[in-house]
């Protein structure tokens, strides 16, 4: 069932997000070999995207791995046992951040923050000046469970280069929907994934690595199915080290397509646009959004639940009755919150009709809404 079919639900939540019908068909294309020339130009013409949007000129990858196996290989790559790595802890992506780390017998050193909260530059140059030695930042740009951007992230990046410390970036759900230009922020490594604001399926992601970043990769010791460097030296030929999953290859050479069609501004500004309608339709309704306004996210809006009210039963009534579906937390917050993804394909229509859904559910549970408040909160920004 594709995004235009009638009594289809509209997936609200962080990702995976709604993935346009012309993505979908390009899937259907028959089977290649991945040692073929057909595939040499596939993955070509993604890999010159792809430089598009990462807007960088240094080497980027496409992995057969979700956005976890992306950030795997990061870490992995960048990380040797007894490396100090210093990671700001703010939610669930982070803490699972560091735990790769650890894994991989680095030392986190953490910055600890409440959730809601982003790192700020000064908070990550004084704790530089106090653990020396520290090999790489690891930072989630945006933090999924939480709802919040870290705004900074332009100013570590120089932080970061001034010190000769390597930037690795977890961009899995905000590439594609809001600023982020790799080599001018200084980000050594990034991983996005391509269910998110690509509005492509689920199943791959996709990293980026600075000419600084390859210095200290070539000198680590790798592992075999995530090795950057042999993912480097196929590349030269156009390929990938093991077998691709060539039609979701497909899928984002379509979406890919579609993002450089609108241009990357453009795409950002939808994102803006459609986040701000959310988060003025949210406090229209009298709920609380969960961070604080300087590091909200344009891709994940995440709001409090209200007191006394059964989040499960509002999400419920949402799919159910009026097919929209949106994500409660994760993590520490898991049954405080609710998040909705504003990203990939997110639309005027598609907000009008998730607040629309939110309010009709909140007042199907008894929670006193003003009928319309929130909806037309939305309209102000959107039309
Ligand atoms: C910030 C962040 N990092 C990593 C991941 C993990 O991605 P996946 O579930 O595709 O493995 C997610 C997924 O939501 C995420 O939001």
Known sequence: MGRDSPDRCLIMVPGPTNVPSRVLRAMMKPMISHRGPEFRTLYRGILENLRYLFQTEGEVFVLTASGTGGVECAVSNLVNPGDKVLIPVFGLFSERMREKIARRGGVPVEVKLDYGEAPTADQIERMLELEKDVKVIAIVYNETSTGVTVRDLPEIGRIAKE??????????????????????????????????????????????????????????????????????????????????????????????KIIREEGLEKRFERHRVCSEAFYRAVEALGLEVFPRRGVRSNTVIAFKKPAGVDGAEVRRLMRERYKVVIAGGAGKVRDLIFRIGCMGAVSSPDVIRTVSALENALADVGYPVEAGAGVEAAKSVLF
Do not use: H
Request: glycine letters at 6%; aromatic letters at 10%; one cysteine or more.
């Open 163 to 256: 010190r000769g410390i390597l930037l690795l970036v977890d961009a899995v759900s905000i590439l594609g929907g809001d600023k982020l230009p790799v080599d001018e922020w200084n980000v050594d490594v990034c991983v996005a994934g391509s269910q998110k604001c690509l509005a492509c399926p689920p199943g791959l992601s996709l990293i980026s690595v600075s000419e600084r970043a390859w210095r200290r990769i070539e000198r680590t010791e790798r592992p075999f199915y995530y090795d950057l460097v042999a993912m480097k030296s196929f590349r030269e030929r156009w390929e990938t080290p093991f077998t691709p999953a060539i039609p979701l290859f497909y899928a984002l050479d379509e979406a890919l």
